[in-house]
């Protein structure tokens, strides 16, 4: 099993990853002396090497911060407008729903992925040497872990450029600490160009298989590639080539929606179980590693829950059978009782888990994610009828109500893409998907669809603070986060963002 691969690894790989933990702003510990000369000596100590990069993405790089995992839940709901404040939400983390953030605000610490980059680039820069002292590394096995540093080097770098803008690109590993450099922003295009073309790369060095389903959904593979492809795409609206990202995972054969004729039979395997025929890469957590979300959605101190519009307005309800329902909706995303995002703490619709058992995989992309990137791109390339079919197979999996569909024509771009982002709310509700979404489509053709980011603040900003978060959203600028200030002292070549001056 990939997890047991894990824990047998990791003390190896925290000897390494340790030389990268961050004080300061990539400020990294130097690879100088046994790191360098004792530890890059054989095919196993790489692997550790790597297994690192993926163990660092659950673990936090300081007690001030969290994990990059509860980020892209934090990052990619708090924003938005499925969740509200539970009772334990920070006073950063009210800040920001209140659009009132600041560049002191921990929320924005970027450091746990900058942390990880640089193991990466760790990787990328020492991997190859080992091949030299250690003839049993084969080059097929070499160019499989370049392939998962360069994708895991470029699932960071999608989530900053989406959340920050324009950041700093550091494609070398600090290796003493005279290479330990004050460095500037780069743009997202220039970000986001670098990420195309590793992915290329890493596209050609992946494997298609680990010959192990764990492996397969925990590790990086030539179709977890695919699937990052077609979300960079999507972002920089490159239609054609998200199209053909998209096809590459779905012509595999290896991936499928998850069926059931009961609720249970389809949330079992995805949410409990993990690691479903579904499933393209989930990062993976066991009874040694436990995820951030039980004391995050189920304590009485929970600092989320579910906005209570989510059930009526998003799923809606059918008042004449209570069992006729959206399977994605009620005891799956939401428990309506108290408003508890149930997706990853919950068992069945009526036990939840303990804090002992809250190990339930985080899932980056799914079979599901790969079909509505389609649809969206196909409204775009003239293919409109082809987004129609999509969303009309993941309703019919999902058992959606009538009361939840729309009809727009074939030729309608922008009731299709309404469709298209009501149809993934339902979807990947608290999957960490719902702000880029709505910032994606938002920001379409100069953006064209504010009012989806407009809308959005309406449904979750406390009335008091409705007006100024409106006035806000109509500046671009403020729809990414500031550089935190920790950052910006340490930093003297960051500029802040624009909207934060």
Same mark, same amino acid.
């Given at each position: 099993?990939?997890? %047991?691969?894990?824990?047998?690894?990791?003390?190896?790989?925290?000897?390494?990853?340790?030389?990268?933990?961050?004080?300061? /702003?990539?400020?990294?510990?130097?690879?100088?002396?046994?790191?360098?000369?004792?530890?890059?000596?054989?095919?196993?100590?790489?692997?550790?090497?790597?297994?690192?990069?993926?163990?660092?993405?659950?673990?936090?790089?300081?007690?001030?911060?969290?994990?990059?995992?509860?980020?892209?839940?934090?990052?990619?709901?708090?924003?938005?407008?499925?969740?509200?404040?539970?009772?334990?939400?920070?006073?950063?983390?009210?800040?920001?729903?209140?659009?009132?953030?600041?560049?002191?605000? %921990?929320?924005?610490?970027?450091?746990?992925?900058?942390?990880?980059?640089?193991?990466?680039?760790?990787?990328?820069?020492?991997?190859?040497?080992?091949?030299?002292?250690?003839?049993?590394?084969?080059?097929?096995?070499?160019?499989?872990?370049?392939?998962?540093?360069?994708?895991?080097?470029?699932?960071?770098?999608?989530?900053?450029?989406?959340?920050?803008?324009?950041?700093?690109?550091?494609?070398?590993?600090?290796?003493?600490?005279?290479?330990?450099?004050?460095?500037?922003?780069?743009?997202?295009?220039?970000?986001?160009?670098? !990420?195309?073309?590793?992915?290329?790369?890493?596209?050609?060095?992946?494997?298609?298989?680990?010959?192990?389903?764990?492996?397969?959904?925990?590790?990086?593979?030539?179709?977890?590639?695919?699937?990052?492809?077609?979300?960079?795409?999507?972002?920089?609206?490159? /239609?054609?080539?998200?199209?053909?990202?998209?096809?590459?995972?779905?012509?595999?054969?290896?991936?499928?929606?998850?069926?059931?004729?009961?609720?249970?039979?389809?949330?079992?395997?995805?949410?409990?179980?993990?690691?479903?025929?579904?499933?393209?890469?989930?990062?993976?957590?066991?009874?040694?590693?436990?995820?951030?979300?039980?004391?995050?959605?189920?304590?009485?101190?929970?600092?989320?829950?579910?906005?209570?519009?989510? !059930?009526?307005?998003?799923?809606?309800t059918d008042l004449q059978d209570e069992n006729n329902k959206d399977i994605r909706g009620v005891d799956a995303a939401v428990r309506v009782g108290d408003q508890t995002i149930y997706k990853y703490v919950g068992l069945d619709k009526d036990n939840t888990r303990t804090i002992d058992n809250s190990y339930a995989h985080w899932i980056v992309y799914r079979y599901a994610d790969i079909l509505?990137?389609?649809?969206?791109?196909?409204?775009?390339?003239?293919?409109?009828?082809?987004?129609?079919?999509?969303?009309?197979?993941?309703?019919?999996?999902?058992?959606?109500?009538?009361?939840? &569909?729309?009809?727009?024509?074939?030729?309608?771009?922008?009731?299709?893409?309404?469709?298209?982002?009501?149809?993934? &709310?339902?979807?990947?509700?608290?999957?960490?998907?719902?702000?880029?979404?709505?910032?994606?489509?938002?920001?379409?053709?100069?953006?064209?669809?504010?009012?989806?980011?407009?809308? &959005?603040?309406?449904? !979750?900003?406390?009335?008091?603070?409705?007006?100024?978060?409106?006035?806000?959203?109509?500046?671009?600028?403020?729809?990414?986060?500031?550089?935190?200030?920790?950052?910006?002292?340490?930093?003297?070549?960051?500029?802040?963002?624009?909207?934060?001056?």
């Open positions: 099993m990939f997890k %047991s691969k894990l824990y047998k690894t990791l003390v190896i790989a925290l000897i390494a990853v340790s030389a990268c933990s961050c004080k300061k /702003y990539l400020e990294l510990r130097p690879y100088d002396g046994v790191v360098r000369d004792e530890f890059w000596q054989t095919k196993e100590q790489l692997l550790s090497a790597v297994i690192g990069c993926y163990t660092s993405l659950t673990v936090q790089s300081s007690s001030a911060d969290k994990s990059p995992v509860e980020n892209f839940f934090v990052w990619g709901e708090i924003r938005a407008d499925m969740v509200v404040p539970g009772i334990g939400m920070t006073l950063d983390e009210n800040n920001v729903v209140n659009g009132n953030i600041l560049p002191t605000n %921990s929320v924005t610490s970027w450091r746990g992925f900058y942390r990880i980059i640089n193991q990466c680039n760790t990787v990328l820069d020492y991997a190859p040497n080992v091949k030299a002292v250690d003839n049993t590394l084969t080059q097929t096995q070499l160019n499989g872990y370049l392939a998962e540093a360069l994708t895991l080097r470029s699932l960071m770098y999608f989530y900053l450029v989406k959340t920050f803008g324009d950041v700093p690109l550091k494609l070398k590993s600090t290796s003493s600490d005279t290479d330990i450099g004050q460095i500037p922003k780069n743009t997202r295009k220039e970000i986001l160009d670098q !990420v195309v073309a590793d992915l290329k790369l890493a596209e050609s060095y992946a494997v298609t298989s680990y010959g192990n389903n764990a492996y397969d959904k925990g590790r990086i593979t030539r179709y977890t590639v695919n699937a990052l492809q077609a979300d960079v795409y999507l972002w920089m609206d490159n /239609y054609a080539d998200c199209i053909t990202a998209c096809d590459k995972v779905i012509s595999s054969g290896r991936y499928g929606l998850v069926t059931s004729t009961s609720q249970a039979g389809w949330f079992n395997p995805l949410y409990v179980a993990g690691n479903s025929a579904e499933g393209i890469f989930e990062i993976q957590y066991d009874q040694q590693l436990l995820n951030p979300f039980y004391n995050m959605f189920l304590t009485t101190r929970a600092r989320y829950k579910a906005n209570p519009i989510v !059930v009526d307005e998003f799923y809606t509505l990137m389609k649809a969206e791109a196909c409204i775009y390339s003239n293919r409109g009828a082809e987004t129609l079919n999509i969303i009309n197979t993941i309703r019919t999996r999902a058992k959606a109500l009538p009361a939840s &569909a729309l009809s727009p024509n074939a030729d309608d771009v922008s009731g299709l893409t309404d469709y298209v982002l009501a149809e993934r &709310a339902r979807e990947f509700a608290y999957e960490g998907k719902r702000w880029y979404d709505l910032l994606r489509n938002a920001k379409r053709n100069n953006y064209a669809r504010l009012d989806i980011l407009i809308s &959005a603040a309406v449904r !979750v900003v406390p009335a008091s603070f409705q007006q100024s978060t409106v006035n806000k959203l109509k500046d671009p600028n403020s729809h990414y986060f500031p550089i935190n200030q920790y950052e910006i002292q340490n930093n003297p070549n960051l500029v802040q963002n624009p909207f934060y001056k």
